[in-house]
């Protein structure tokens, strides 16, 4: 005999998410582009067949997911948006701070991250990208007195080693990771009891990194990467998940 199938319950889908399913299947295929616009409410109404209400809440959620901007009243229909890093960013620090992800998991996911660019960019980097990553590093030297100027130019070295990885996705996934790491430690990271000696401690760092990709040593600046986050971040984790950490730091 046959064993018998057992099946799942289903979940009714409501008719804003059918909404929302077609028209974010329209903008992944193409047939929707950044700048272009849906048509109006009331032909949206039309076209799905729903009440005002669906269309409202679709485009209420699109507009959460950073897909469309929606004006009440506009007769020129929501506008289609390009991606923006902000649009992970947010979904990111959702989720971590529901504990869906660990404070440990964004860290280690950065250390990999961070290592990555730094091995591309030791390879590929122009000389206009290594000026930049210099111009950084003498702000961060001569803004020892100003935690925010420096954190700044902290910013743009990372994200000028990113660049110089040549690879896109890498610089959006380095930009919302470190942001979301910040902001869930940010408190901490204010009430750091020597500032300037972190400050000084990172400068060292950033200008090891910085020798590396000079001469094109990608695995010297991956390993750099991975230890100086950890030694960074180690602290704000508890032991357990130091050891989670720890398992990329003997990686070559």
Partial sequence: MARRLQ??????????????????????RGDLRPGQRLPSERD?????????SSVREALRVLQSNGMV????????????????????????????????????????????LDSSANLLAARLRTEEQLAEMDAAMAVMRAATDDYEEFSRADVA???????????????????VV???????????????????????????????????????????AARLARQTLYDYYAGYVTEQEREFLRTLIDTD
């Fill in 157 to 175: 070295f990372h994200d000028a080693v990113a660049r110089a990885s040549g690879n896109r996705l890498v610089q959006v996934c380095n930009q």
């Fill in 7 to 28: 099946f799942q319950p289903v979940q009714p889908v409501r008719a804003y998410e059918r909404i929302v399913q077609q028209i974010e299947d329209a903008i992944l």
């Fill in 44 to 52: 949206l109404v039309q076209q799905f067949s729903v009440s005002r």
């Fill in 69 to 112: 901007r929606s004006r009440a009243g506009d007769p020129a229909g929501p506008e289609v948006l390009p991606f923006s890093p902000a649009t992970l960013q947010k979904s990111m620090t959702t989720l971590a701070r529901v504990s869906e992800l660990s404070l440990a998991e964004l860290i280690q996911f950065r250390m990999l």
């Fill in 178 to 220: 470190r942001s979301v790491v910040l902001t869930l430690i940010e408190d901490k990271i204010a009430r750091a009891a020597d500032r300037t000696a972190q400050m000084a401690e990172s400068i060292a760092h950033h200008a090891e990194v910085l020798d590396a990709v000079r001469i094109s040593d990608g695995p010297a």
